[in-house]
């Protein structure tokens, strides 16, 4: 009886495959994860962004030249205390359903992917602009090359009978994902009350 120590060239080819095709298919899922555990580190500076700014609105001075020359983008406004909602968050000029009041970009967010500094005029703060706060948290992070997180704020005056009492802000973080480029944000409203 006859039989064969080894292996053929065919048996060597269909292991060598075979590998190759395992391989690769780690290295497909190993990409995916380092792109959802880069996302989830983006995420969580833009908590951080949106905690951070909010922190220091409500602890800045209402008397501090910043906040007074803030000048709104916004018209002065009513805030309905009952439902928390400001009159100026129902405009949204650019038609992307993100009232204009949370949204940093002019025009679908998701255009800006590559050009993510070309923010609308009517922020406040952008993220290349902390308009002239006294020691001001960032306005971006860097968590990767190319992977920015940003932050924009808007502000509007809040009247009662034609008098200022207080001032809105509205706080965006957001980021592109590196999953598929899509625009993510997180936004909050922050009213400071004149004393
Ligand atoms: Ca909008
Ligand atoms: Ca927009």
Redesign the pocket.
Known sequence: MRYSKGFTIIELLVAMLILLFVMLGFLAGLLNYMRFSLDARMKGAMDKLVKDWSGYLENVPYNATAIANASPSFDSGACDPTTNQCSFESI?S?G?G?P?FY???????NNFWNNPTST?PWLWVSPTSSAGLPNPPPTNYTVAERRQVYVGITVATLTQSGKEIGKAFGITSWYFSPTNRQYKYESTLLIKRKP
């Open positions: 949204d650019d992307d993100i204009d949204d940093p970009y002019n025009g679908n967010n609308a």
